[in-house]
């Protein structure tokens, strides 16, 4: 039994001490970039028309896209093979053969976009000189992209905060003064951006000391191949995600115009734009470790039950408050205009929730480099949501688009928990999800007493959350974890 809880301690008590550490540090990144997006909101809205923040909106879809194809899985890639190659000490090389798959990428990016320039500004309804800004943002961003995983493969979360937090800074105050003296709409943004992330690419350069490691030898095959391998069907998955979250903005674009993709726009922002930025403090911090622990043929299933029982301990109260103030919380941020956004927020929040956990669920196949699996139950589930979302759009406007994605992002989650990986599967924590579960009751109570009084919903907020976390407090003493030692 001692041994027993010796090991427990070395593989699941140490490292997820290990992961604490980082999170902390990490968590000032994520908390201003949630102040930053929340911020954002009322500045767009009463800067920009409902008409300009809808352009703005398509835009940034249209930049994650052609991201997504051209390079934002390089990244990704270099992350996940990152303590693979510094093991057998070739980093130098790996590194170069990283910027120049970059560089390859955004090359033919370019050389494709050029060919079919008519196609794109006909399909995505934008004007010529904003798709080509969106061309010219890429370039910075695919950097910022990769020197950002670079620096997680690193493990140096402090340097990562810092650029975090100065990168927001600059986009804010560098796109309020563009709007407020030059008066160019969306575009303000897109600039204020783009000046905002070279700065942000020059930081990230030193920080990760790129330089001493890029040197000019001949390439590796077998790295490129490793890379295409992995970072391919990471791709696809991706495009399968836009699908779901984005292409509803095409969709309702054609049907509506920009007045009601800009509701989305701000129910997207105050939802999976702050959501996934507090939920991802776990997994920015947890992945990196949980690689290397894979690396050195730990069996990290433990860990990641472990810090699926955290995740639903915070992420759950705040998805379900948001979705009954839904409404107060719009009319609180949001310029009045956007007022109908409103009736997005419930579907939208569970939909960041499910997407959410699905990171810890499709670990397992990243860690066997078995991404294509991931690709496949993505397509299944994105394919399912563009036909709900054109079928729904049409029979009920902005409900309809909520519930489609909410759909496909839960159905992905769905079936990332049944196609298991032997070994590697989640171990359902099911004990901590009916504590959970049952801290909801007195939470629900209260809410419906709080209809028949009245009481500034802020306070409804403060009181709920208290209530839980209580709740939850009382019923660990009550019924405590049991250590999960085999």
Known sequence: MHESVEKYINNVVKPLNDIFKDMLKYFPSKLFGILGNTILIPIYTNLLSPEQYGLYTLSIAVLSFLCIIFSDWVGLSGLRFFRHHEINDDVPKYLSTLIVLLLTNISLMFIVTYFLRNNFYEFFKIPPSVFIAILVLIIPVAFRALLFQILRAQIKPSAFTISTIVNQILTICIAVFIIKIYNLGAMSVLLAMGISITIIDVILMFQCNIFSYLKFERLKFNIFSSLYKYGLPLALTSISLWLITQSNKFILQHLNGYIEVGYVGVAYS??????????????????????????????????????????????????????????????????????????????????????????????????IKKTYIDTVIRVISGI???????????????????????????????????????????????????????????????????????????????????????????????????????
């Open 270 to 367: 105050m939802t999976f734009s702050i959501l996934m930025t507090l939920f991802a403090v776990i997994p920015i911090a947890a992945v990196p470790r949980i690689i290397n622990m894979y690396e050195e043929q730990q069996d990290v299933r433990p860990i990641i039950s472990k810090l699926t029982e955290y995740f639903l301990l915070i992420a759950l109260p705040v998805v379900v408050i948001m979705s009954l103030f839904a409404k107060e919380i719009v009319l609180l941020l949001a310029n009045k205009n956007f007022s109908g956004a409103y009736v997005l927020i419930p579907y939208l929040a569970f939909s960041a929730f499910f997407l959410s956990f699905a990171e810890y669920t499709t670990l397992q196949y990243h860690l």
């Open 384 to 486: 399912i949501g563009v036909v709900l979302n054109i079928i729904l759009i049409i029979k009920m406007g902005l409900v309809g688009l909520g519930i489609a994605t909410l759909a496909g992002n839960a159905l992905y989650f769905v079936l990332s928990v049944i196609i298991i990986i032997p070994n590697l599967e989640w171990k359902i924590p099911y004990r901590k999800i009916l504590k959970i579960l049952v801290c909801f009751i007195p939470v629900v109570i209260l809410y419906l007493l709080f209809q028949k009084i009245e009481l500034h919903f802020g306070m409804q907020i403060a009181i709920l959350s208290v209530i839980y976390y209580l709740s939850y407090l009382w019923i660990q003493k009550l019924v405590p974890d049991r250590l999960a030692i085999d």
